[in-house]
């Protein structure tokens, strides 16, 4: 079993990048909460300072959706969970920091059980982005 891929770059760089190199944001905060309650805490945190946070995916976008400078930064990619219906198998959700090359490999996995290999729609062919991310964007929109 390997680690989730960190997003965001180095976790300890106040700089963003996003894949394209056309958007960058300084003096930026990354958090990688790993539970509910932490993510839960740091809105309560970043909110009472009057702060925003800002959730992110794979950094794909290219558009002025991208973070502002010194901003609170919240990635997802702990949350890797994805669910199926048990009574319908083309029901699934995913969390937030599913990529889609790891929604395109759990659909064919012996995991799906009956469902293995049933169609499961998916917003873009980019398999490095976030499900999320692309749902956001439309996969090419703001
Ligand atoms: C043909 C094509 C054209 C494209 N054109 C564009 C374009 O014109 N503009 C563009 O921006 N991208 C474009 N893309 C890039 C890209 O594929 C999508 O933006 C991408 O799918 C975003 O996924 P991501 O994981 O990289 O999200 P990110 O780029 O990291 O985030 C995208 C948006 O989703 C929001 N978001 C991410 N995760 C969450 C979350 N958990 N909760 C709430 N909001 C969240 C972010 O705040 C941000 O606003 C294009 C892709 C393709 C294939």
């Known amino acids: 079993m390997h ?7 180095d976790p300890a760089s106040s700089f963003l990048i996003n894949f ?14 790993k539970t509910y309650e932490e993510v839960a805490s740091l809105v309560r945190t970043v909110r009472s300072q ?7 995916g794979a950094l794909h976008s290219w558009s002025n959706i991208f973070p502002e400078d ?12 994805i669910s ?12 937030a920091g599913v990529l889609q090359s790891e929604l395109a490999d759990w659909a064919d996995s012996a995991e799906r059980g009956p469902g293995r290999f049933s ?11 976030t499900f999320v ?3 956001q964007t439309a996969s090419h929109g703001r």
């Open 3 to 9: 680690d989730p891929p960190i997003l965001g770059g």
């Open 20 to 33: 394209g190199h056309n958007e960058q944001a300084t003096g930026v905060r990354k958090h990688h909460p």
């Open 50 to 56: 009057g702060g925003k946070l800002r959730p992110m």
């Open 70 to 81: 010194d901003t609170d930064v919240l990635f997802l990619d702990q949350f890797k969970k």
């Open 84 to 95: 199926q219906d048990p009574t319908d198998y083309t029901r699934v959700t995913v969390q």
């Open 119 to 129: 169609y499961l729609s998916q917003a873009t062919v980019v398999t490095g982005v």
């Open 133 to 135: 991310g692309a749902c």
